[in-house]
């Protein structure tokens, strides 16, 4: 199936955050029932488009859930305006969701505090912008081989922000100058949660230098028991190789890892604040 630009772009985001990418998509559906009479062919392209999505960024809960959400929107509706009213709803309710979280964070800023965070996370922004008058300086690296780390830097500096930005192998050293470490999840289940390859290092050694340790994350990307975390182990290696490989040369370019649950002190999402050990009894009981 062919798509235009604008579904081309978001199949081939490696840099945005999963909640960017859901709302880009939401957003992208959205503009396509409006533009044509052929309302079937509309429909039919945005079930090829949103089924896409979910292969494409399986390891995002939250791109996972909202993607199916909106199928069933396409499927169970017969009206156009009906379809468009339910996927703006939809949309709506992701926002109040983000919102929720943003709320829920108010605790990590009762004074002037040093934030480090680490890849791309639509989520993290949200809460940064918000609290920006409490943040001294904020901390952020790279996040190779995509690179969105630099995408954080520019928005904070935005914002009046003061930003250290740095390569990944430097970020660590900086850990002793922080006062709260501030993460996203892509998805998160009872085994750990998925996000940037080099956050588990990154908490791990933030354990020893006192620094509160803080994953937020919407409810949506919470995994049912039987929907295992899926990660695709490879992303393209002339992102770190170009052009022709060699013999010898094993060229090795995961984006995404699965992250011990312990490592991190506390979980902030829409539902409020918890340790690791709350969470996993939460999810326990509910299946989810």
Sequence with gaps: MKFGPAEHRILHDNTSGSSDILISALDCVLRSMGQTKDQYRARTNARGFLRVLTKRFSAMAMVVGGAERAMACLERKDNTAEIRLALKNLRDAIDQMSDGVVRNCRGLFTKKTSVMTYSNSGLVRKIVSRYAKKIRRLYVSEARPAGEGREVADYCADLGIP???????????????????????????????????????????????????????????????????????????????????????????????????????????????VTSRELINAMKKTGR
Excluded: H
């Excluded at 750990?192 to 933030?206: D, H, S, Y």
């Design 163 to 273: 930003v250290t930005y740095c390569t990944d192998a430097l970020l660590p050293s900086f850990l002793t100058e922080t006062d709260l470490l501030l993460v996203g999840a892509d998805s998160i289940g009872q085994e750990g949660f998925i996000n940037k390859i080099g956050t588990a290092a990154l908490l791990r050694l933030a354990c020893d230098t006192g620094c509160t340790r803080a994953v937020v994350f919407e409810s949506l990307k919470i995994r049912p028991d039987e929907s295992p975390a899926e990660l695709i182990r490879e992303y393209p290696r002339t992102e770190l190789w170009m052009g022709r490989a060699r013999a010898k040369v094993t060229v090795c370019n995961p984006y995404f890892e699965t992250v011990a649950l312990n490592l991190a002190d506390r979980f902030i999402s829409d539902r409020g604040v």
